[in-house]
């Protein structure tokens, strides 16, 4: 005699089927054996397993594949562990496999940030208490309804309400709200001008390893923009001397920012 899941899920596409005497004789030669042909064999027969619970979960904003990926694997770990003299249909136990792995996979897997574990499963508490209430009630629960219901605090049903944005990330190239602008055109950015504090600072401490002569010279020429001529007019000195002492400048700034 069927049990109470083979009954309300009667056999044919979108349901669930009933196991079989012969699936029940595989079973019992799988479990002889350890025969791998046999195991995929039994997965393969059982793969409408996988599409019921598939679609049961399919407006959860996941890819089908995925899913469909999870439930067989939990197919297989079912087939691997099932006692067909235990008097139990394997339906009836690979359903309960499939719906707590994929249950698993939604809660573990599948949130954009990851929330505290309590708030993440109360939000799928409240998932489903608040689709029991609405059918039971004709309309959407109220807060104080759905704490009631699960006998928890106003306050972490409301936590897990807003837990409900964790799972999917929006894309940054979206609108932001009713305005013109991406979410990414309005996230900070990098200010040039800390690079340039940066470079600022680095030369004034090899600055100051220099002389007040030779400091001079850099500032007139590199920051002032004298030329070499002018500079050596002003100190009183040849061009071609000027130009000996500030190779020897550079050189020296050179090596005291390879020693930093």
Request: aromatic share 6%; proline share 4%; glycine share 6%.
């Amino acid at each position: 005699m069927p049990d109470a899941d083979d009954q309300a899920r009667p056999t044919g596409a979108g349901t669930t089927p009933a196991v079989k005497s012969a699936d029940v004789e595989l079973f019992r030669r799988y479990r002889a054996t350890g025969d791998r042909n046999l195991r995929n064999e039994l997965v393969e027969a059982n793969r409408a397993l996988a599409d019921y619970h598939v679609r049961r979960y399919a407006q959860r904003g996941q890819p089908e594949d995925d899913l469909r990926q999870v439930a067989l694997l939990a197919i297989l770990r079912a087939v691997e562990r099932f006692d067909p003299d235990l008097g139990v249909s394997f339906s009836t136990f690979a359903n309960r496999t499939i719906d707590g792995e994929l249950k698993r996979y939604l809660r573990d897997r599948t949130w954009s940030v990851r929330p505290p574990r309590r708030a993440q499963e109360l939000h799928l508490e409240v998932r489903r208490a608040d689709e029991e209430l609405t059918q039971r009630l004709g309309r959407s629960p109220t807060v104080l309804e759905l704490a009631s219901e699960l006998g928890a605090n106003v306050d972490h049903v409301l936590e897990a309400f807003e837990v409900s944005g964790a799972r999917r990330a929006s894309s940054l190239d979206q609108p932001a709200g009713d305005e013109e602008f991406t979410r990414a055109e309005r996230l900070g950015q990098v200010e040039p001008g800390f690079g340039v504090i940066d470079h600022r600072l680095l030369v004034s401490d090899l600055l100051d390893t220099l002389d007040e002569r030779d400091r001079f010279i850099i500032q007139r020429r590199f920051f002032d923009n004298c030329s070499q001529e002018e500079i050596a007019r002003e100190l009183g000195v040849s061009q071609s001397y000027l130009s000996r002492v500030l190779r020897r400048i550079l050189l020296q700034l050179r090596h005291e920012l390879e020693v930093t």
